[in-house]
């Protein structure tokens, strides 16, 4: 066939073309970036869908919370289910406050810091639940546009050798060696940008509600810390008349 020929010639630029006649080198870092573009979407929907059931069970927790029902009730009603978000953090501060009056109130001089602990611990917990996953993303985001760019220098220099040994530079044969090595970049940028819009949106999500937990665990605690105040004036009174 001759240049002219060549040139002359319809090329097949699609997409599985252009993957089927990449080096084995460059499709790998394909395929890696495919399965690690769809492993970041399936985190993306996982931790959106979280996040929605997280903001309306706090919403649904707070209305009850603030509705005027007493505290024993509510938590009658939520110690022996699984609880998350705010009921974690009110369940775990109520079986402190119970446990502390089992022995007759004789441990209640400590009792604020110990909840204090108890509701640190809970929120950090629920924190790390909801950030879990998120570092894969952050990972995808920074790593994917390099990789891909190693899968395109790794596609041009096979390209340039394949021109070298058929010392033919026309566009015909230049061009698809190129697209093949650029389409690894193309595929890591496709793989990168959600990952990293993603990650900066659920994390201020993450942040958003971690801060919404500190913000009902001090009301919470200001709550109890009234009721301890008032169960320690007795003892104190009982104990100058003595």
């Known amino acids: 066939m001759t240049p002219v020929e060549i040139a002359q010639a319809p090329i097949d630029m699609s997409f599985w073309t252009l993957f089927m006649h ?22 993306i929907v996982d931790k959106t869908l979280l996040f929605r059931r997280s903001q309306a069970a706090m919403d649904r927790f707070e209305e009850t919370f603030w509705s005027g029902q007493s505290l024993d009730e509510l938590y009658r009603s ?17 079986r402190e406050w119970k446990r502390s009056f089992e022995n007759g109130g004789r441990s209640v001089a400590s009792l604020a810091q110990r909840i204090d602990r108890v509701v640190d611990v809970t929120i950090q917990r629920e ?12 990972t995808i985001g920074s790593s994917s546009p390099f990789i891909g760019l190693f899968g395109t220098v790794w596609g041009i220099m096979t390209a340039f050798q ?9 566009l015909a044969v230049v061009a ?35 801060g919404r937990l500190e913000t009902f665990a001090d009301e919470f605690t200001a709550i109890l ?14 104990e100058l008349a003595a």
């Open 127 to 138: 924190s790390e639940r909801l950030e879990k996953k998120l570092l894969i993303l952050a």
């Open 176 to 210: 698809p060696g190129i697209a093949e090595a650029l389409l690894a970049t193309a595929i890591g940028l496709f793989a990168a940008i959600p990952a990293v819009i993603a990650y900066n949106k659920l994390q201020a999500d993450a942040a958003k509600a971690t």
């Open 22 to 43: 990449a080096h084995f080198v460059v499709k790998l870092v394909m395929i890696g970036l495919i399965v690690a573009s769809v492993w970041c979407w399936a985190i």
């Open 225 to 238: 810390q009234r009721q301890i105040d008032e169960r320690m004036i007795p003892r104190d009174a009982r």
């Open 162 to 170: 394949a021109i070298a040994v058929s010392k033919n530079t026309s």
């Open 78 to 94: 939520l110690a022996n289910k699984p609880v998350t978000d705010m009921s974690a953090v009110f369940v775990a501060a109520m």
